[in-house]
């Protein structure tokens, strides 16, 4: 069956209206009726080649060998002088640019969610109704804006219930200008995200899917029912094949999903004023043109957009640890925008919305302005260590071609069970290939454990342990958490399941 181009499927989102900036895609009848159960990936036995029958597979496949191998642009030249820890960049293509998408995942979990709800109101409002000259600097000039002709805006509380969002970006450079080299047709979705939000609105998961990820595609408008990278999904149906991959290698429902453009992480950056993101190692790619000296750099722009897209420069080179590395952002772009600075500046909340409407394709069910604030609300008062990025456990194997990562079913299991049990997870300990903790993270005291607390009047005054010597031999505290295992309500993970919370200050790794 003929294949969409990512230029003929963008042109028809966007032509019912050249104003509107959201843009309805509708899910199909399949995804909302009868959606596909169809488990974890299956595994062929080892050494057995994955077969990739049509033509249209192996053209994806070539494109994704020229990415990986750095063949879609020139390559930066670069002078051994660098006065300045700063990133600089090019108007080269390189492989997989559409990083920047990883900033996106704010529009849930930051842009209008840390906002009060009439602010939150008001953006999406003037979103909708295309109002693009006026900024909302302060609830009286959204007040002008009304009594000049405008409608109310609506009253909306945060959405009841849980929340499984899916957030893709795709590869497409439709209307994305010039800097990110030719689009050569087809859409590849390089990120996927899945925000799960509890439905006690407590806690949120936010789970990264590697690119190169072998997952079961089911069968779609435009292709499907083979094994291939996860990544090949978007171009056998658009977002909707997308969702119903990511159903079946999760066993969620998702009844929310957005494709994502990445000039917008460019736009959201210049309107927070900058995201601050730490640095251990040097980072060093000359694909991107990223160069950043260990330290704190507050990243916006161009230097934000480079710093998402470099995956030779952080870790081991490989995408999994690029999404480590993107996480290190993540984090810190959710603390930047519930800072108390950014919820006292109403032009920048705004600013933050508009850059994210304007740069997203949603589904029927996301693209009501009500249903967007809605959500975002029931995050709103959330505690960051209740937010948590966790990349999907996976593995190398024999069966799966050179370079793509098999699914861990088992540890993934664990996760997901957790996710709909609606139970807020742990990772083992923070960080991953690509990041570590922040030496010079500031330390917050724990609110639980009082500093001025009267002294225990049985306590002895010799320094002696009142329990008496510890007993190497003594059986341990079945309570104490283990993999997979619930301690006060939240699933320890598995070692295998890398990430870290909003709360968690680390820096990035670079690649040696």
């Given at each position: ?328 952002f993540l984090s810190s772009l959710v603390r930047t925008v519930k800072s108390d600075s950014t919820l006292t ?147 320890v993970l598995p070692d295998s399941v890398k990430g870290q919370t909003a709360a968690d200050y680390t820096c ?5």
């Amino acid at each position: 069956m003929a294949r969409r181009t990512g230029s003929a499927r963008a042109a028809n989102a966007r032509s019912s209206s050249a104003s509107l900036s959201i843009q309805p895609v509708p899910l199909s009848t399949n995804y909302l009726n009868n959606r596909r159960r169809r488990g974890g990936c299956h595994v062929p036995p080892s050494g057995v080649t994955i077969a990739r029958p049509r033509a249209a597979h192996r053209r994806a496949s070539l494109r994704q060998s020229k990415r990986d191998n750095g063949e879609r642009g020139t390559t930066i030249s670069r002078t051994t002088a660098r006065p300045t820890p700063l990133a600089r960049h090019g108007r080269q293509s390189s492989p997989h640019p559409f990083r920047a998408v990883a900033g996106f995942v704010a529009v849930a979990l930051a842009v209008v969610a840390v906002s009060g709800a009439s602010i939150g109101a008001y953006a999406a409002w003037d979103v909708a109704a295309s109002i693009t000259t006026v900024t909302l600097a302060s609830d009286d000039e959204a007040a002008a804006v009304i009594a000049a002709g405008g409608d109310a805006p609506p009253e909306i509380s945060a959405i009841d219930g849980g929340v499984n969002l899916l957030l893709v970006g795709s590869d497409s450079r439709t209307n994305q200008g010039d800097a990110y080299g030719e689009d050569e047709g087809g859409e590849l979705n390089d990120v996927t995200m899945l925000l799960h939000i509890s439905e006690d609105h407590s806690n949120a998961t936010v789970v990264s899917f590697p690119r190169d990820l072998i997952v079961d595609i089911p069968e779609c408008p435009e292709g499907g029912g083979y094994t291939a990278p996860i990544n090949e999904s978007l171009s056998q149906g658009g977002l909707a094949c997308t969702v119903l991959t990511v159903e079946a290698l999760s066993g969620l429902s998702i009844p929310f999903a957005a494709e994502i453009q990445f000039n917008g992480v460019i736009e959201m950056s210049n309107a927070l004023g900058g995201v601050p993101v730490c640095v251990s190692e040097v980072i060093d790619d000359p694909f991107t043109g990223v160069y950043l000296e260990p330290g704190t750099h507050p990243l916006m722009g161009a230097d934000a957009l480079g710093f998402l897209r470099t995956r030779h420069g952080v870790g081991d080179g490989s995408d999994i640890g690029r999404i480590s590395s993107q996480q290190v952002f993540l984090s810190s772009l959710v603390r930047t925008v519930k800072s108390d600075s950014t919820l006292t500046d109403f032009g920048k909340l705004y600013g933050l919305a508009k850059a994210a409407a304007s740069n997203m394709i949603l589904s029927q069910r996301l693209a009501s302005p009500d249903t967007m604030v809605s959500i975002a609300l029931s995050l709103k008062d959330m505690d960051l260590s209740k937010v948590t990025f966790v990349a999907y456990p996976n593995y190398y194997a024999d069966w799966v071609p050179e370079g793509k990562v098999a699914p861990d079913t088992e540890a993934a299991g664990i996760l997901f069970a957790a996710i709909q049990a609606d139970q807020p997870v742990a990772v083992a300990a923070p960080g991953g290939i690509a990041s570590v903790i922040d030496p010079n993270a500031p330390v917050t005291a724990d609110p639980a454990t009082p500093t001025d607390a009267a002294a225990d009047p049985a306590a002895p005054t010799d320094g002696t342990d009142p329990a008496g010597p510890v007993d190497p031999d003594a059986p341990v505290d079945p309570a104490a958490p283990a993999d997979g295992t619930t301690a006060s309500g939240v699933t320890v993970l598995p070692d295998s399941v890398k990430g870290q919370t909003a709360a968690d200050y680390t820096c990035s790794v670079g690649n040696p």
